[in-house]
């Protein structure tokens, strides 16, 4: 079993659709969430990072970490063409050298 | 958020030839830098974890001396491909942590290297 799962889609959406992209995970130390895009031949972007269990909002787009169930999401509102990317969760933990694991990344297509 | 940039974003080279590719981060210093190699449709794959002042870590399966990580100051590491052949042709990336050492990773832009 993998440290963390994310389906790679590929998702096609409508656009202004809602978005759910979801990752889980199995080691209960992680503390520290993010989710990158990572545009064709790109370097990943930071979208969202987030301590610990909680919400987090910026403009169209919502993090949420359960840490109980070991479950992530982003939610992205109103989707746009230009959201179509490759979307990587990433998880670490302050102990074992705080390495990042990251998910195999969602493919996502929004038609205009 | 923190700014980390990697040059030359495209390279081709013959085989047999060393190229070397810099990451720099810009606005903030990082004692400690990563760098991946991803493949097509694919996630990242950490290679080594670069330390300012130290040896690199390698990752299991990677080669040291094929891949030589130089950090050699709190804003620069440099990845070394050396005697480059057809199946180093790939996208490499550098991250950094952030300013006050949190979860956070930053990436450079990637470097897709070519080896004919």
């Known amino acids: 079993q993998k440290e963390v799962e994310q389906d790679p889609g590929p998702l096609s959406v409508p656009e202004g659709a809602i978005v759910s992209l979801n990752c889980t995970y199995s080691n209960s130390a992680f503390q520290y969430f993010m989710w990158y895009r990572q545009y064709s031949r790109k370097g990943p972007e930071l979208l969202m990072y987030t301590y610990s269990s909680g919400n987090k909002e910026d403009g169209r787009f919502t993090a949420q970490v359960d840490k109980s169930s070991k479950y992530i999401s982003l939610f992205i509102r109103d989707s746009q063409p230009s959201d179509s990317a490759t979307y990587l969760c990433?998880?670490?933990?302050?102990?074992?050298?705080?390495?990042?694991?990251f998910g195999a990344g969602t493919r996502l297509f929004v038609k205009a | 958020g923190a700014v980390v940039s990697q040059h030359p974003s495209r390279v081709i080279c013959k085989s047999g030839t060393s190229v070397k590719i810099e990451c720099r981060s810009l606005d903030f210093q990082a004692t400690t830098m990563f760098w991946y190699r991803q493949f097509p449709k694919q996630s990242l794959m950490l290679m080594a974890t670069s330390n300012e002042g130290s040896k690199a870590t390698y990752e299991q399966g990677v080669e040291k001396d094929k891949f030589l990580i130089n950090h050699a100051s709190l804003t620069l590491s440099t990845l070394t491909v050396t005697s480059a052949h057809p199946e180093d042709s790939s996208f490499y990336i550098c991250?950094?942590?952030?300013?006050?050492?949190?979860?956070?990773?930053?990436f450079g832009e990637g470097s897709r290297l070519t080896v004919l």
């Open positions: 991250s950094a942590r952030g300013p006050g050492n949190t979860g956070e990773l930053f």
């Open positions: 990433a998880m670490s933990a302050r102990g074992g050298g705080f390495k990042t694991i």
